[in-house]
């Protein structure tokens, strides 16, 4: 089945750097990829929709130069969180559309928690 | 705008007892339907995935329908587990565009 590995897991950074998250899809070639962010206790809010060899689509009130996606080729996308604050840390989880079964599925990375110090 | 709902919020049950989950969704043109769940600190692991033209899928202890025309689907998990504890989210895809609409989850615990 589909499989979509995120890097890395967590990360502490300093207030003021940038970080950098990868996504890729391991078995399968995805030409649009998924960011999501999550609060404590909330569900999945989308970020921006990554296209490969083109810009992302950011959904409203998601600044895009705080958040810079590349998706470079069609097994890998990146997120990067620019000039981090406290405000950014948060859990942010990719996906990728690909097949599941004799359908197609989302599946989802394993998520990486961000803290900004 | 396509708006998922999932009640309960919360659920607790003993060890053994089956858990019926369920899933609203108000526009009924969707491609598909699938059921997630989230451990603590984790990612999304798929557990089913419906068709729009199917009616139901099963995986072992798990059973998923889907009413398309009335917008719900319910999860069902047979003789629950102190394992099964988690958060189920319920997500659609379509009618407008490649993006999931999640629901806000239910978060399930199973006593031992």
């Known amino acids: 089945g589909a499989v979509v590995s995120q890097h890395p897991s967590w990360v502490i950074c300093k207030s003021g750097t940038s970080v950098k998250i990868e996504c890729r899809s391991l078995?399968?070639?995805?030409?649009?990829m998924f960011w999501y962010r999550q609060f404590p206790k909330q569900s999945l809010m989308l970020m921006a929709t990554s296209n490969e060899g083109s810009k992302a689509t950011y959904e409203q009130g998601v600044e895009k130069d705080k958040f810079l996606i590349n998706h470079a080729s069609l097994t890998l996308s990146t997120l990067t969180v620019t000039s981090a604050h406290p405000e950014d840390s948060s859990f942010y989880i990719c996906s990728a559309r690909g097949r599941q079964g004799a359908f197609y599925g989302y599946t989802f990375g394993s998520g990486t928690r961000l803290t900004v110090v | 705008k396509q708006e998922v709902t999932q009640i309960p919020a919360a659920l607790s049950v003993p060890e053994g007892e089956n858990l019926v989950l369920n899933c609203s969704f108000t526009d009924s043109a969707i491609y598909n339907l699938q059921w997630f769940r989230q451990d603590p600190g984790k990612g999304l692991t798929s557990l089913l995935l419906?068709?729009?033209?199917?009616r139901e899928q099963t995986s072992g202890r798990l059973n998923a329908s889907l009413d398309k025309s009335s917008g719900r689907s319910t999860l069902y998990i047979a003789a629950s587990q102190p394992g099964d504890s988690a958060t189920y989210l319920c997500?659609?895809?379509?009618?407008?565009?490649?993006?999931?609409?999640f629901g806000a989850g239910t978060t399930v615990t199973v006593r031992a």
């Open positions: 997500a659609v895809f379509g009618p407008n565009d490649y993006k999931l609409s």
């Open positions: 078995d399968f070639q995805a030409t649009t």
């Open positions: 419906i068709q729009s033209s199917q």
